[in-house]
């Protein structure tokens, strides 16, 4: 485990969460920061990712919900996650990944390093 991810919970629908996600022994600077979800009985999934070479992305599932960001003084990535809703409970992973790997932005396999991944329960 190579970055840990933090700030799941219970929460009802349109409630709000604050993920965290914190490198061990890296500086966050030179990857690409992606937060993954995996809901039960589906694939994971990246929503969204970060990096000093470009703006923010986000699938369109999460796009005007949740919000990344990033504090390069404490070196930490965060995912705000508003008006929640049950689709989006699943195990939430941030991963990071080397700016300029050659693959496409949400494949898993272009990620070296991943957190162990904190539950989101979206309830109705």
């Known amino acids: 485990v190579q970055l840990q991810a933090c700030g799941g919970g219970l929460v009802q629908t349109g409630g709000s969460l604050r993920l965290s996600c914190a490198p061990y022994g890296f500086n966050l600077e030179n990857y690409i920061v992606a937060w993954f979800r995996q809901a039960p009985g589906k694939e994971r999934e990246g929503i969204s990712s970060?990096?000093?070479?470009?703006?923010?992305y986000y699938v369109d599932s999460v796009k005007g919900r949740f919000t990344i960001s990033k504090d390069n003084n404490k070196n930490m990535v965060y995912l705000q996650m508003n008006s929640l809703k049950p689709d989006d409970t699943a195990v939430y992973y941030c991963?990071?990944?080397?700016?300029?790997?050659?693959?496409?932005?949400?494949?898993?396999?272009?990620?070296?390093?991943w957190g162990q991944g904190t539950l989101v329960t979206v309830s109705s």
């Open positions: 970060t990096s000093r070479s470009g703006p923010p």
């Open positions: 991963a990071a990944r080397e700016i300029g790997t050659d693959a496409r932005l949400f494949d898993p396999r272009a990620f070296s390093k």
